[in-house]
């Protein structure tokens, strides 16, 4: 963006909040239930065009969502994008990040490479995972937008459906049903993740960033567990038992972060091993909130006896994972994705996701995705250069364009090792896609691959057939709530402030029954009605 555009943003930002009425000005003439698709013409979903990619070492079984593993990288790549990407002009986007501030584009190689392969000058407004909601209700208010816009990352944010529906960009009809065939790496995004990006109004307005259908999960330091002599197939008091054994002067058994407490996230795998339903239940026709099951009390009154760090309500996501990986903490709780990184950060211990410690668990699955872009509206030849640009930076394993997208330039960033696999290199440490996060603009759907640790495939991949077979939905994923589109901010804030203080003891176990009365009164209990409908019109 140009410097007065960006100072503007920065000057707004003293005034945003994400309170659930400060955006009423975004719907721009929206109706109330505008958003929801009961009664609208819906639009089909894209059609799915799976890549013919290399023979995995590891099975999938796309009956549960267990993905496919590559123990080693493929030694022959295919071509996946064959035309003309970018027309030279410059493309803006708005990414959240999780990295530290990349080098700008002519003092970095792999940025100028992603740039000629692209062929449009990609500039990038990078905001913190800290500050996202801040700073997307600033942009969301100003009026002053990007081309492209990234929504999600655990938020939700105030009027969010709203805002899309009137101050951006329609992509029905170029990217519905086989017209997404004109984007071959965008009809490889399996349909589970465009209906957990769901439509808005009948309509599709977003291009999804894939997620295998694990949810969010406890990542954990098994060699420490290990070494305490806990089981991997663990009941709740070996699990207790082994996270308080650690706890001991500078070390603790559990952390969180901040953006583990803006919503249920917090609760997620403990809820689930203790057999919770995922966010809600269908229950002769209505939508029961998880919040009021017996089960989720019981997960609560468990989660207030776990030894946790104590300043995660205030510690980052990153700084969490920094804690993490100095063994500080034993475990986290994290999304799927964490797993990634953690491959690639962690060489002095065995790290894996915990599997549920109930006795009848119910491990909650993913909606499909990380995030979802969408775009500012514009003519349509400029929409479909913007499309060209995702679809090349989701092309999938297996390609050069992926090779380029997620390791960077050979004898730059990487180099090959005997095995022909992908060695990083020093440069690699700064130049890379956490640093500059293209990957929340599009990306391949994922498969279990972590370069040089074979062994960190195989142990997630027999986790998620441990854990998928016996996972659950969420009922309201890809389902329009105007209620919850108005106040899903607000809504997530009353839960993740009650655990909160539950979790760390500034209330009391029996007063859950008052939080969830004064999470249904400011409209959970309204958003459980529209999801009802919402659910019998699909």
Request: proline share 6%; charged share 20%; aromatic share 10%.
């Amino acid at each position: 963006m140009d410097r007065r555009s960006l100072l503007k943003m920065i000057g707004a930002g003293a005034l945003a909040v994400t309170a659930g009425g400060t955006l009423a000005g975004c719907g721009g003439g929206a109706t109330k239930g505008a958003v929801g698709n009961s009664g609208k013409n819906l639009t089909p979903w894209p059609t799915y065009v799976p890549f013919a990619g290399p023979k995995p070492d590891l099975a999938p079984e796309a009956k549960f969502g267990i993905q496919a593993g590559y123990l080693n990288y493929p030694q022959h790549l295919a071509t996946a994008v064959k035309d003309k990407v970018g027309d030279g002009s410059d493309v803006t986007a708005m990414v959240i990040t999780y990295g530290t501030p990349p080098k700008p584009a002519e003092q970095n190689q792999l940025w100028a490479a992603l740039n000629k392969a692209l062929g449009v000058n990609l500039k990038l407004v990078l905001v913190p995972d800290a500050e996202f909601q801040k700073k997307m209700a600033t942009v969301m208010a100003s009026g002053d937008l990007p081309d492209i816009i990234m929504f999600g990352a655990g938020y939700y944010l105030s009027r969010e459906q709203d805002f899309i529906q009137t101050q951006c960009a329609d992509l029905s009809d170029l990217i519905g049903g086989d017209h997404v065939k004109a984007y071959p790496n965008l009809a490889n995004i399996p349909a589970y993740s465009w209906q957990g990006m769901g439509r808005i109004g009948g309509k599709i307005y977003g291009i999804p960033t894939e997620r295998p259908m694990p949810g969010n999960s406890l990542i954990l330091n098994r060699t420490a567990m290990d070494s305490a002599g806990v089981p991997r197939d663990w009941n709740a008091d070996q699990f207790l038992a082994g996270l308080k054994g650690y706890t001991s002067g500078k070390k603790y058994g559990i952390g969180a972060s901040t953006s583990n407490f803006t919503g249920w996230a917090s609760a997620a795998y403990h809820a689930g091993s203790f057999g919770a339903p995922n966010l809600w239940k269908v229950e002769g026709g209505k939508f029961i909130p998880t919040y009021e099951t017996d089960q989720f009390r019981q997960a609560l009154e468990f989660m207030t006896k776990l030894p946790y760090y104590p300043d995660s309500l205030t510690t980052s996501a990153v700084d969490m994972k920094s804690l993490f990986y100095n063994q500080t903490v034993a475990s986290m709780t994290d999304g799927f994705g964490a797993y990634a990184g953690t491959a690639a950060k962690v060489k002095d211990f065995t790290f894996d996701f915990a599997l549920p410690y109930g006795k009848n668990p119910t491990p909650w699955q993913g909606n499909g995705r990380f995030g979802y872009v969408v775009f500012k509206k514009a003519p349509t030849d400029r929409l479909k250069l913007l499309l060209r640009v995702c679809d090349y930076l989701a092309a999938p394993f297996g390609s050069t364009e992926y090779e380029l997208c997620n390791f960077g330039v050979e004898g730059a960033h990487f180099t090959r090792g005997a095995d022909g696999g992908i060695v990083t290199t020093e440069l690699a440490k700064t130049e890379n896609i956490t640093n500059l996060p293209v990957k929340y603009i599009a990306a391949a759907p994922q498969v279990i691959y972590f370069p040089g640790n074979p062994e960190a495939t195989k142990r997630l991949h027999q986790w998620e057939r441990d854990t998928l077979p016996r996972s659950v939905a969420d009922p309201s994923n890809g389902l329009r709530s105007a209620t919850w589109s108005t106040s899903g901010a607000q809504l997530d804030k009353v839960i993740g402030d009650g655990l909160a203080a539950v979790i760390f003891g500034r209330k009391s176990v029996s007063e859950w029954d008052a939080i969830v009365k004064d999470w249904k009164a400011k409209g959970g209990a309204k958003a459980a009605e529209e999801y009802a409908t919402e659910h019998a019109a699909a």
